[in-house]
DNA sequence: GTCGGACTTTGAAATGTTTCAGAGAACGTG
DNA sequence: CACGTTCTCTGAAACATTTCAAAGTCCGAC
């Protein structure tokens, strides 16, 4: 009867002995079926081995079962943890998480988008390359379910969720201050990045709102946010007249902060006496460091978690009211900023 | 005429003017349709907004365009360097690549594979929590494409990708041999796992025929290879009466590595004078380390790559065969095993 | 006995594509 | 002007499900 083919509800019906219509009873609201026949029903599915043609059910019930997270860069484990947390909410809905990487590439992200429409997803959670672009509107328009995370979109026309980031700036450089440093570093860039804006405008704020001279907050720009370029501002900073040389560096997020400390305990500095350091996101990495980072904690899992729970709200929820979530930073204060503790 | 609903090739079809088939042949045949219709069905898709159901595609088509790859552990990076390495694959066949994450849990992992099942995938990439689980097994049976990454099963009813872990084994404790170490810690487990033995056993094979005696290769067995297994590691071996303790360390991955490198350098000992280590994966973090670690390196992305050309070749090659390929390791040698060094 | 209701089961329609045999049109050739 | 070719286009069938109105069955109450 079925050569080779996998078996469909029709090869099931017959072999049970019933109609189609109560098999996918069977399966889809298995209490109006008698006892009797949804045993005999089970029995059969499984002697076959059937396994549902999720397009097909897609296609006639007209909902797909899965969310999709483009992700901005696959190097950043900052990311996987957000993804983990979306997996999580997905989990409990029941739904199936499709996970892409933009790579940081507007054009590979449009590619994934286009897909994730094709493929009707219930509801799209991005960080992307830019919160502006046009294709993210679009996406709206066509009334796709989407939540931005980790990133603001500068109107209210979708939900994001996020971080206070001027804050996190403050908190990281009133904890150096509160260490006795005078000159401080701010390391990130490049500035257009929202975030990185808002973390030195945060350091900047409260650097003068405790009488500090802005001139003893010296801003180092780096082209992106990696160890390399962690590495590379160390030179720099190494490279600076004694004088004017900060005694602390607060980095706009763990990459940076883990390439600057391999550079400075490379070149013979010692951590924190010479150096102190100061990251942001809190990555697993960071604990892990050999001398373990000082990091402003996001909560990476529950960013992710939030996220989902907007989306699915956005997708079920007829009377969804688009927010824009923010959660409150936390600094971890470690061995990289604070002498002979050994916090892990 | 269609109320909201997103349009449909029937729409396209009713607004050029032309007729179903016509639509469809511009989109998989565009060469057997006049240059004017063309123009006119695609100012209409256009015009519409259409986006092609994906479902329906498949549905008719019989044939998915998606990989699926289940990865056993997302907090490890080079699980994302190979999917990162499947990824590129899959795209210049222009594919799309569901990851998901079977957090070593077999429960998960099944969950996962049965949702890609109805999913019909097109092939699948996995990295098995247990690579002799029957639902393995059930897979190749129901004939779906299936290649194990990063594992071996015993026999040879599947594809398989994966580096020599005997030879890294060798390499890496030969290396720590010519640097002058008499007494080496193997640190890795559990034992169960496939590469551990292997790695083990190269370590040993070569120990041996240098000369050396196995009391003086000890193994220090852990529960996982996390970071905090490699602290925990790290402070089970200061605990060792100094005659007997090691001067140099081989970690069955780069997490434990590092986790031993932190401990170690917390503790105040100096690397690699008063403690060798080298770590195996080679994953980025390695060469960003504070003391950048010596690793076996493995080719991630060439490994994804690799088993994505396999399972390609699987699902469109009528006469396949499996072959279990096998990478060659290699050694990188930086500061954690080679004084005043500084090769990053 | 018959009636009404509760509980099961059925069969056909619908979902949005792709495919393919064949219908039409256009045109040069004999 | 009939014919064969070549180039386009069409329409219906098929894919595997879900849904829902309607048909059946059973059973106790009157």
């Known amino acids: 009867?079925?050569?080779?083919?996998?078996?469909?509800?029709?090869?099931?019906?017959?072999?049970?002995?019933?109609?189609?219509?109560?098999?996918?009873?069977?399966?889809?609201?298995?209490?109006?079926?008698?006892?009797?026949t949804r045993e005999r029903v089970e029995r059969a599915m499984t002697e076959l081995g059937f396994v549902r043609n999720e397009s097909a059910r897609q296609l006639r019930a007209g909902t797909s079962r899965t969310l999709a997270y483009v992700m901005l860069d696959g190097t950043n484990p900052f990311f996987h943890d957000v993804a983990q947390g979306i997996e999580l909410a997905a989990e409990d809905a029941d739904l199936s998480l499709f996970i892409c990487n933009s790579n940081s590439r507007a054009s590979r992200e449009e590619v994934h988008l286009d897909r994730l429409l094709q493929q009707r997803v219930q509801g799209i959670l991005i960080t992307p390359v830019d919160p502006a672009a046009p294709h993210l509107d679009e996406l709206s328009r066509r009334g796709v379910p989407l939540v931005v995370v980790d990133r603001v979109r500068g109107v209210d026309n979708c939900c994001s969720v996020a971080v206070d980031d001027v804050l996190g700036g403050r908190i990281a450089v009133e904890h150096l201050a509160e260490q006795g440093h005078e000159r401080v570093a701010f390391i990130g860039g490049p500035d257009s990045l929202g975030q990185v804006g808002e973390r030195l405008q945060g350091a900047r704020e409260i650097w003068s709102s405790l009488g500090r001279s802005p001139d003893d907050l010296i801003y180092l720009p780096t082209d992106a946010m990696t160890v390399a370029d962690g590495r590379s501002a160390g030179e720099r900073l190494a490279g600076l007249p004694a004088r004017r040389r900060p005694?602390?560096?607060?980095?706009?997020?763990?990459?940076?902060?883990?390439?600057l400390l391999q550079q400075s305990i490379g070149a013979g500095l010692r951590v924190p006496d010479d150096l102190a350091i100061v990251g942001f996101?809190?990555?697993?990495?960071?604990?892990?460091?050999?001398?373990?980072l000082t990091s402003v904690r996001q909560p990476r899992q529950e960013l992710g978690r939030a996220a989902a729970q907007l989306v699915l709200d956005e997708a079920t929820n007829p009377d969804h009211k688009h927010s824009q979530l923010q959660f409150t930073p936390e600094l971890v204060a470690r061995a990289s900023t604070v002498s002979r503790t050994r916090t892990v």
């Open 1 to 36: 009867m079925l050569n080779g083919r996998t078996p469909s509800v029709k090869d099931v019906a017959a072999s049970a002995g019933v109609s189609l219509g109560t098999v996918s009873n069977v399966m889809n609201r298995p209490e109006v079926v008698s006892a009797r």
């Open 247 to 259: 005694t602390a560096a607060f980095c706009a997020n763990d990459l940076l902060a883990l390439g």
């Open 281 to 292: 996101d809190d990555i697993e990495f960071a604990a892990a460091a050999a001398v373990p």
